[in-house]
């Protein structure tokens, strides 16, 4: 069965600290990995993409990672700020040629920032 | 801002109602995706559209209906609601080609729908 799952399931950190999110998924054929941030009642918004042949990727202070050997990935927050409270999701995309339902959603990790 | 846009932002239906939910994909995005995420979950696919056709549809009964025009915008349509359907309807729009898998979605803000 096609799962992601997502840890832990919420989280509280303060200000400028540091933090990792995981994500196992059991996709298969694996195409593609996507970390998004979702704020309350928004859309996600893309963080990163990484393909097969990826294991790290980072956008600002984003820093994601892959091993597609063990089907883990990470999602490292550095210096976290107080607009870093979000859920973050992970998206693991299969490898189809349909094109169609091939997305396998997390259900988030809960993120909050304090003071 | 992806340049998906969804409207209304927000309603609130009574249950038995109908309602019809609108996403304007990113120019030149040819997909549409729909998807439903209830308060604490992730978002489920409910269906796509591609070139106006449906692609593809996930575990939602019939009364979840949809519509592609040729400008590539979308509509979601729910008959007969029910108190479960309250969710934000995310729509997701992508540049389908070839084997479509790489293309990443990108997602409008959200719908938030009540029924009560």
């Known amino acids: 069965k096609n799962q992601v799952e997502q840890s832990p399931q919420s989280l509280i950190i303060l200000e400028g600290k540091n933090c990792t999110l995981q994500?196992?998924?059991?996709?298969?054929?694996?195409?593609?990995l996507r970390w998004y941030k979702q704020d309350t009642g928004r859309g996600p918004v893309s963080l990163t993409i990484?393909?097969?042949?990826?294991n790290t990727k980072s956008n600002g202070r984003y820093t994601a990672t892959l091993d597609a050997d063990t089907k883990q990935s990470s999602l490292h927050i550095t210096a976290s700020q107080l607009s870093d409270s979000a859920s973050y999701i992970c998206?693991?995309?299969?490898?189809?040629?349909?094109?169609?339902?091939?997305?396998?959603f997390g259900t988030g990790t809960r993120l909050t920032v304090i003071p | 801002e992806t340049g998906v846009t969804q409207s209304p932002t927000h309603l609130i239906k009574t249950r038995g109602q109908q309602v019809t939910l609108r996403c304007s994909s990113q120019?030149?995005?040819?997909?549409v995706s729909w998807y439903q995420q209830a308060l604490g979950q992730g978002p489920q696919f409910i269906f796509q559209?591609?070139?106006?056709?449906?692609?593809g549809r996930g575990n939602f009964p019939p009364r979840f209906s949809g519509l592609q025009f040729p400008n590539y915008s979308s509509e979601l349509n729910v008959n007969a609601l029910e108190l479960d359907d309250s969710a934000l309807y995310l729509c997701?729009?992508?540049?389908?080609?070839?084997?479509?898998?790489?293309?990443?979605?990108?997602f409008g803000p959200g719908t938030r729908l009540t029924v009560l």
């Open positions: 997701a729009s992508s540049l389908a080609a070839g084997l479509a898998n790489y293309n990443e979605q990108f």
């Open positions: 120019s030149g995005h040819n997909t």
């Open positions: 990484m393909t097969f042949s990826e």
């Open positions: 994500c196992n998924y059991t996709v298969s054929p694996f195409s593609n």
């Open positions: 559209y591609y070139r106006e056709e449906e692609n």
């Open positions: 998206v693991v995309t299969r490898l189809v040629q349909t094109g169609a339902n091939n997305l396998f």
